[in-house]
């Protein structure tokens, strides 16, 4: 059964691959002209010179398909990346760890906990800055699945190491239904082929981050059952988080290119703040980015930065990640299981937030976006500001 889903998946991967994972060139982008110099928002922080050879390095950066680094290719399309003078090569790849070991590349968006792990056996990174609080992922279910209990006996893509994970047992307590995976038929699958594999029937339902559950309910064969965190011990949304994913860094390139690694980290910071400030058409750039309709990209950054919170961030601190372990614990997974970082001031540094002049986070919210972009709006009620904010008329939205 197991291996006859996954081979279902691979062929709609790859059919879904024609349909939307390549560009066509003859086809106008999504992403609209707005009010938004980036050589002008550079301007506005003190840099070092660079070095004729950090003119010419060519920087590696990587991210995966997941809407917790949007960042990354915000910074590429909103010319952040250019107006700092950097050559950046962003690249989509679920092999971000691997290639910051062996120093193939150089900065990455990457889950923590992968973070932890390499940084435990000795892989030469250290996060830089955070680039999102909690994690929103989303246990996504079939039309099929009435109620929490129909799941029970079904092919669920949760992971065969789901049990052992926060995020399942939260899932399983707050849904009533058993948490031993011998209850379910388990897979492990990618978060693409889940989406395939659940349109065609071949699965019941997967855990994944957006834009698939998005995407999913978007399209109509299913629905968002429940949301996880990378934990979040407050009733609070300004406060109590833990963190999924970092803007991690390799320690030689920080070493060699320490002007580089400043405006980087500039960058990271100036792509969530265009994030918050043009969110339609940092919409535009997720969809584009990820091949998904551009409603998907609408609702999924209203997710991040209103509906859940404004956990897309680049300032952090300890507390997160001893919010982050404590989760683990709340849940008696058991101590073997559990990313307990050996020595937490060689995994983490706040320098580069410190020195590249970027501003504290919550100021810039409080006094930028609280106003115009409140927690609490409704997704209408957000879309009509963002469209406002970039000046969309109807019409060109419509087109979209």
């Given at each position: 059964m197991k291996k006859r889903i996954i081979a279902m998946s691979l062929v709609l991967a790859m059919m879904a691959a024609v349909v939307v994972g390549c560009t066509d060139s003859s086809k106008n982008t999504v992403i609209q002209e707005v009010d938004y110099d980036p050589t002008v928002e550079v301007a506005k922080y003190e840099l070092g010179e660079l070095s004729?050879?950090?003119?010419?390095?060519?920087?590696?950066?990587?991210?995966?398909?997941?809407?917790?680094?949007?960042?990354?290719?915000?910074?590429?399309?909103?010319?952040?990346y250019e107006a700092l003078g950097l050559n950046v090569v962003v690249t989509k790849t679920g092999k971000i760890m691997e290639a910051m070991s062996s120093g193939e590349m150089h900065v990455g968006y990457q889950g923590i906990e992968g973070a932890i792990k390499s940084v435990n056996q000795g892989a030469p990174l250290f996060m830089a800055a955070a680039n999102h609080l909690g994690g929103s992922r989303y246990l996504v279910v079939s039309n099929d699945i009435?109620?929490?209990?129909?799941?029970?006996?079904?092919?669920?893509?949760?992971?065969?190491?789901?049990?052992?994970?926060?995020?399942?047992r939260n899932w399983a307590e707050e849904l009533d239904i058993p948490v031993g995976l011998e209850n379910y038929e388990v897979v492990d699958m990618g978060d693409k082929d889940k989406v395939f594999a659940l349109k065609a029937g071949q699965l019941d339902a997967f855990s994944a981050c957006d834009p698939y559950g998005s995407m999913v309910e978007f399209e109509g064969f299913g629905r968002i059952m429940a949301t996880g965190w990378g934990a979040h011990v407050s009733d609070n949304m300004d406060e109590g988080w833990g963190i999924c994913c970092i803007y991690c860094m390799n320690n030689d390139f920080l070493n060699d290119?320490?002007?580089?690694?400043?405006?980087?980290?500039?960058?990271?910071?100036?792509?969530?703040?265009?994030?918050?400030?043009?969110?339609?058409?940092?919409?535009?750039?997720?969809?584009?980015?990820?091949?998904?309709?551009?409603?998907?990209?609408?609702?999924?950054?209203?997710?991040?930065?209103?509906a859940e919170g404004r956990t897309i961030t680049w300032k952090f601190s300890e507390e997160n990640l001893d919010n982050y372990i404590q989760y683990f614990y709340d849940f008696e997974i058991p101590e073997e299981e559990i990313p307990n970082i050996n020595d937490i001031q060689k995994f983490m540094s706040t320098d580069l937030l410190e020195t590249c002049g970027i501003e504290d986070f919550n100021t810039f919210i409080k006094e930028n976006i609280d106003t115009n972009f409140p927690i609490g709006d409704t997704y209408e009620e957000w879309l009509v500001k963002a469209k406002a904010v970039d000046g969309i008329e109807e019409s060109t939205a419509s087109n979209n």
């Open positions: 004729a050879g950090d003119k010419d390095f060519v920087i590696q950066l990587g991210y995966r398909d997941c809407d917790h680094m949007v960042p990354s290719i915000i910074g590429e399309k909103a010319g952040i009435k109620e929490p209990k129909d799941l029970i006996g079904k092919t669920l893509a949760i992971g065969s190491g789901a049990e052992t994970r926060p995020e399942w290119h320490p002007e580089l690694a400043k405006r980087l980290v500039l960058a990271h910071a100036l792509s969530i703040k265009y994030l918050y400030e043009h969110p339609y058409n940092a919409s535009m750039m997720f969809a584009e980015g990820f091949g998904t309709a551009p409603e998907v990209g609408l609702k999924t950054v209203y997710m991040k930065t209103v």
